[in-house]
């Protein structure tokens, strides 16, 4: 019997920060259960009539909802959000926004900060470091040290803060693996360790270390 959600994704940043987040999920609650169907992005099967269809963008990761009407979400933040709403009954990782307008509110300016700058910026540096089919210093450095500034928004923000989101020094929400998917490729970005932002290098240690990041970002 199928899983009540299923989930078009692959082994990449975007894709990691749904699995991570699903995991999150099963470990506090023991569900919802997902099914995976991996789509290679380097064949371009996510730009396929049928896919299309479930997303006009062409991107993964996707998600299906069996369990509201086969109802279809993509972009990241988006399912984060949307999972959150519906499968984190106890806002373990999140806020309510009738009860707890302010952290809401700030979840949301972290989600947006991810989803605006560091998700393009980083994005950029991986492909022309590492992927782009001819060198070209320029566009290597600029989406390099933009990265490396928006680590330094982070650092700030994590002076006297264990996590990003939440009242005293914060706890893990979905701002969490939406970002960290990101900087655990940092390698590919042109930057060698995390040594420059401590507290940045403690709190991705610290996320990375729990079982159920550990076990989505083994998806697919």
Known sequence: MPAGLLLYTAAT?????????????KAAYG??????????????????????KLNPNGRIPVLVDHNRNDFVVFETAAILFYL?????????????????????????????????GVGPMQGQ???????????????????????????????????????????????YTIAEPNVIAWIRFHKIAGIENLDQWPRVKE?????????????GVQVP
């Open 13 to 25: 940043p975007n894709g990691h920060k749904v699995s991570v987040f699903l995991e999150d999920l």
């Open 31 to 52: 569900g919802p259960e997902y099914d995976v169907e991996k789509i290679d992005i380097s064949t371009n099967r996510q730009k396929e009539p049928w896919f299309i």
């Open 84 to 116: 959150q709403q519906h499968y984190d009954k106890e806002n373990r990782f999140g806020f309510d926004k009738d009860t707890d307008p302010d952290n809401y509110s700030e979840l949301l300016q972290w989600i947006f900060f991810v989803h605006g």
């Open 125 to 171: 540096a991986n492909h022309f470091n590492k992927y782009a089919p001819e060198d070209i210093p320029y566009a290597k450095k600029r989406y390099t040290e933009e990265t490396k500034r928006l680590y330094g928004v982070l650092e700030i923000r994590l002076q006297d803060r264990d996590y990003l989101v939440g009242p005293g020094r914060g706890k």
């Open 203 to 215: 709190w991705v240690e610290r996320a990375t270390a729990r079982p159920a990041f550990q076990a």
